[in-house]
């Protein structure tokens, strides 16, 4: 089964960013979609706004 969210380790893994950096551009992509910030963000939100394949995206999270 498929992830639905991600963390701020799983944007470290991802990008290679930092755990500040990574959670950073967390916020910043909530920002975005105009979430508050104790909400969780999806997989999908994430790879819309980094332009990531979601299909890429979900296979190293696994």
């Known amino acids: 089964m498929a992830r639905l ?3 701020t ?3 470290q893994i991802l990008t290679g960013k ?3 950096a990574a959670h950073r551009l967390i916020m910043a992509i909530k920002k975005s979609f105009d ?3 104790y909400l969780p963000l999806t997989v999908q939100e994430f790879c819309e706004y980094t332009g990531l394949p979601l299909d890429i995206v979900v296979e190293q999270l696994r």
């Open 9 to 11: 380790k799983d944007v």
């Open 18 to 20: 930092g755990k500040t």
């Open 35 to 37: 979430k508050q910030k």
């Open 5 to 7: 969210f991600v963390s």
